[in-house]
């Protein structure tokens, strides 16, 4: 009989012995079915978090650097000339200063004193979708004497309760704003892991505003928002240049930090997580491989006298190594496969929980799917040999 029918006839031998003994066969699986679950569910969860917190960042900070300019003695943080001069660098598209500080606003004569407040201008607008209702500032708001504010949903909660927001007013370091916007809330899993803060809110103002509330004269932190397609590497060494002539090159009076290049690092970061999560999950997979090769080895002595009956018969020893091996890869395969949907069962439901996006990791299915099949093919070899190399009378005379 030519090779292929041998192997038919030996794979449905296979199927059917594997039916004969449904249980044994099913807590032979089992080790595999968990093994191949844990890889994929790790790596698909570790995945989906990594791209949901990698789309943060670049929603936030892609192509962008941050600087924070401490400054000298001499000098503390940027003038307006000095932002104006940042601007003209080639590869900028915009330059964003940014006040932060905590205060007091009160609304309805109730007082809120864990206010997050942050001056921002009009580009910060431009560069992010943050607006959720009403409009964001404008370039005729930087002057210093228009009182107008954007607030959170976590300070309308606290501060005002079910009435109307838009227009109201909030009085911040004694003078009246008008709330014109209300700012995005990102409310996944993710961000409120990572909201450590106890404020009662956060309100934005023009950032000339929050400098004159602070009782500082020069911006120390500001955004530079690169080009679309411009090397924000090549822009972080011009940048660092103009700092260097503003501050004459003065150690530490100031940082760069490219939002780019931390999401690179992420990026090698999480795939180091992901190789060493497949590789302690892998384990379960060697545990499933031992139990194949444990369960086809007494499957071989119970079944002695049948093998022994098969080679007096004329079988040959390729047909014999046949069958045992098929089996075996059988329900390694097999395992396999209600182990890849069990994993992806459970990373979709993680994703569901942390409000991730749930995406097919096909490196992890891939991953998964070829150590099963790898682990039918290795521990399955040894017993289907002993069986094909049984002495026939031996075998027959066995009890």
Not at 146 to 161: E, G, H, P, S, Y
Not at 331 to 354: E, R
Not at 377 to 384: E, R, S, V, Y
Request: glycine share 10%.
């Amino acid at each position: 009989m030519h090779k292929t029918g041998v192997i038919a006839q030996s794979f449905k031998m296979s199927i059917q012995n594997i039916k004969n003994n449904r249980l044994r066969s099913f807590l032979t699986m089992l080790g595999i079915i968990i093994g191949v679950a844990a890889v994929i569910a790790l790596i698909t969860i570790v995945q989906s978090v990594t791209d949901s917190v990698l789309s943060k960042f670049s929603g936030l900070g892609a192509g962008t650097l941050t600087v924070s300019a401490q400054g000298t003695s001499l000098k503390k943080g940027l003038t307006d000339s000095d932002i104006d001069s940042l601007r003209t660098i080639n590869g900028v598209d915009g330059v964003s200063p940014s006040v932060t500080m905590t205060t007091t606003a009160v609304h309805e004569n109730n007082a809120f004193d864990k206010i997050d407040l942050e001056g921002k201008d009009a580009t910060y607008f431009q560069h992010n979708d943050v607006i959720q209702y009403g409009r964001a500032f404008q370039g005729s708001d930087m002057s210093g004497n228009t009182m107008i504010c954007i607030v959170d949903n976590k300070f309308i909660k606290n501060a005002m309760l079910d009435g109307q927001v838009i227009g109201s007013q909030v009085k911040i370091d004694g003078h009246e704003y008008t709330v014109v916007g209300i700012k995005k809330t990102d409310d996944s899993v993710m961000a409120s892991l990572t909201d450590t803060s106890n404020s009662d809110g956060t309100i934005l103002i023009p950032y000339r505003n929050a400098l004159i509330m602070s009782g500082n004269a020069n911006v120390s932190s500001l955004s530079v928002y690169a080009k679309t397609g411009y090397d924000t590497s090549q822009l972080e060494k011009e940048l660092k240049s103009a700092l260097d002539n503003i501050y004459n090159n003065a150690d530490n009076s100031y940082s760069v930090m490219n939002m780019d290049s931390l999401m690179a690092t992420m990026n090698s970061i999480t795939g180091m997580m992901s190789t060493m999560l497949a590789g302690i999950a892998s384990i379960a997979l060697l545990v499933g491989g031992i139990g194949i090769m444990n369960m086809m080895l007494v499957s071989v002595s119970e079944r002695t006298k049948e093998i022994g009956l098969r080679k007096a018969l004329g079988a040959e020893p390729f047909r014999i190594q046949a069958q045992f091996l098929l089996e075996s890869i059988v329900l390694s395969v097999c395992g396999g496969i209600i182990g890849a949907a069990l994993g992806l069962l459970i990373a979709f439901i993680a994703a569901t929980v942390l409000k991730t996006p749930f995406k097919i990791s096909l490196f992890a299915v891939g991953l998964g799917m070829g150590f099963s099949g790898a682990v039918g093919i290795i521990f399955g070899w040894m017993p289907a040999k002993r069986a094909s190399e049984l002495n026939p009378i031996d075998a027959l005379r066995s009890e």
